[in-house]
């Protein structure tokens, strides 16, 4: 029997290996590569007010000529950072479609992001969890208490966010 998880992580490392991620991070680095890669243009905007109203966070819409990056401005930089990151997720497993199937060329690509129910939409989030996670470990000690920063940046990329003993926010 065969593990769906583990194989949605060879799929991932696939890609990963193919991405040649670089340290420092850059997200824009790795839009121009995607970009490269894809000979067409990635272009990041934040999402109109209406669909971030709506609950959408993040929106891929693919054309024959760019890809158009929506993510939701109105959270803190590093969860639109994984926002974008999902996005190109999608862009990587050459995902086509709400619904999964493909489409004739003409129409563009529309992936819209409200949920983590779908293939698609787990390929992605794993997809941006583990670049996430494999640049924020490059080049930092293997031990010495940096679990809890990796957890907290985790959390946040994922949208929650810990109050600290003694933070009362704003």
Same mark, same amino acid.
């Given at each position: 029997?065969?593990?769906?998880?583990l #194989?949605?992580?060879k799929r991932c490392? %696939?890609?990963?290996?193919?991405?040649?991620l670089?340290?420092?991070f %850059?997200?824009?680095a790795l839009?121009?590569?995607?970009?490269e890669?894809? /000979?067409?243009?990635?272009?990041?905007?934040?999402?109109?007010?209406e669909?971030?109203e709506?609950?959408?966070?993040g929106?891929?819409?693919?054309?024959? #000529?760019?890809?158009?990056?929506?993510? &939701?401005?109105? $959270?803190?930089?590093?969860h639109?950072?994984?926002i974008?990151?999902?996005?190109?997720?999608?862009?990587?497993?050459?995902?086509? #479609?709400?619904?999964g199937?493909? $489409?004739?060329?003409?129409?563009?690509?529309?992936l /819209?992001? $409200?949920?983590?129910t779908?293939r698609?939409?787990q390929?992605? &989030?794993?997809?941006?969890?583990?670049i *996430?996670i494999? $640049?924020? %470990?490059?080049? *930092?000690p293997?031990?010495g208490?940096?679990?809890?920063?990796?957890?907290?940046?985790?959390?946040?990329a994922? /949208?929650?966010e810990?109050?600290?003993? /003694?933070?009362h926010? %704003?």
């Amino acid at each position: 029997m065969r593990h769906p998880q583990l #194989s949605l992580r060879k799929r991932c490392e %696939s890609i990963l290996g193919r991405l040649d991620l670089t340290h420092p991070f %850059s997200l824009d680095a790795l839009c121009d590569r995607v970009a490269e890669q894809r /000979g067409r243009p990635i272009r990041l905007h934040p999402l109109p007010k209406e669909a971030a109203e709506s609950g959408v966070c993040g929106l891929w819409v693919g054309t024959a #000529s760019v890809d158009y990056v929506f993510y &939701e401005a109105q $959270t803190t930089p590093l969860h639109r950072e994984h926002i974008v990151l999902h996005e190109i997720g999608h862009i990587l497993f050459g995902h086509h #479609s709400l619904d999964g199937e493909e $489409t004739d060329g003409r129409a563009p690509t529309v992936l /819209g992001r $409200t949920n983590y129910t779908t293939r698609q939409e787990q390929e992605a &989030e794993m997809l941006a969890s583990m670049i *996430r996670i494999r $640049t924020a %470990s490059a080049g *930092r000690p293997a031990s010495g208490g940096g679990g809890r920063d990796t957890l907290a940046r985790l959390e946040s990329a994922m /949208g929650y966010e810990r109050r600290r003993p /003694g933070h009362h926010g %704003s």
